[in-house]
């Protein structure tokens, strides 16, 4: 043993040097550091024991997150219902070129469906709702061939109507009106951000079952092509013989009668379709971003 520890008494004083050395460090860094972990180990048996006592002891998280997924659910239901997926015709996805698609579209209805409400006498307003100031932007282009795609499905109805419920039924579709977007500052603007609707203003005359029957279709919510029929007015354009019959405003003005109306009902619809942006956001004090 002797021989061992004078052999390697140089190495052993190496090793026992070193372990003084880190225990003195050990110690040295633990009177440094003592005091801080054993806060921190306080802090973290506080907040434990807080979390447990603020949640009362018959919360059942299941039950919360199941309720949190149905409210998800029925969101996206909602969602579904109201909101209308466009038929991409009617969009300017893929097209480079907003105006020429535009006059496309509009000619396609004119060739399409006025022609085919022209064969049933039905008369249609020439300018399809379109503005009278041409768009001058891809926004208002977006805009108005949304508009022309409530346009479309009116007009379906109508022809519908026609074929299915009574021949001459409808007389005319006219005026019709697709809403301009609400401006302000110069900019189309909503004051929803979440939500944007198109309308469409028309007036349509005909017999009473042929109205009764599109406004029971228009009425009937379509999911993801939803058009909501916001407003109806109706009066009669028949009456006794003897008195004088009042014509319908056109421009502001009350024009003639038509005798051909005699027997027919005159009906305002103003309907509205919806956009839905879930990104939309509120800006502080709850104004429009």
Not at 180 to 206: C, F, S
Not at 234 to 263: C, E, F, T
Request: aromatic share 4%; hydrophobic share 40%.
């Amino acid at each position: 043993m002797g021989d061992f520890v004078q052999e390697n008494k140089r190495f052993l004083v190496i090793q026992v040097a070193g372990a003084l050395v880190f225990l003195i460090a050990w110690l040295i860094i633990g009177a440094i550091f003592n005091d801080d972990i054993r806060k921190n180990k306080n802090r973290t048996r506080t907040a434990n024991r807080t979390a447990s006592q603020a949640m009362a002891s018959s919360v059942n998280l299941g039950s919360i997150e199941g309720g949190l997924k149905d409210q998800e659910e029925g969101v996206a239901r909602l969602l579904r219902a109201i909101e209308r997926q466009p038929n991409r015709r009617f969009t300017l996805e893929g097209q480079p070129d907003p105006d020429l698609w535009y006059n496309e579209v509009s000619e396609r209805i004119d060739e399409e469906l006025v022609e085919q409400c022209a064969r049933r006498n039905i008369e249609i307003d020439g300018d399809l709702g379109r503005p009278g100031k041409y768009p001058a932007s891809p926004r208002e282009f977006a805009w108005y061939l949304r508009g022309l795609e409530a346009v479309d499905q009116v007009l379906r109805l109508a022809i519908k109507a026609h074929d299915e419920v009574l021949e001459e039924g409808l007389a005319r579709l006219d005026p019709i009106t697709i809403v301009p977007p609400a401006r302000r500052k110069g900019r189309m603007g909503t004051v929803n951000p979440y939500a944007l609707g198109h309308e469409l203003d028309l007036t349509v005359v005909g017999h009473p079952t042929a109205l009764a029957f599109l406004i029971e279709e228009l009425s009937r919510l379509q999911e993801g092509t939803a058009l909501v029929l916001k407003e109806a007015r109706l009066h009669s354009l028949d009456l006794p013989p003897g008195m004088q019959a009042r014509g319908p405003r056109r421009g502001g003005r009350r024009v003639a009668a038509d005798l051909r109306d005699r027997g027919r009902v005159e009906a305002r619809l103003i309907m509205q379709t919806i956009d839905v942006d879930p990104k939309g956001r509120m800006k502080a004090k709850g104004a429009i971003r």
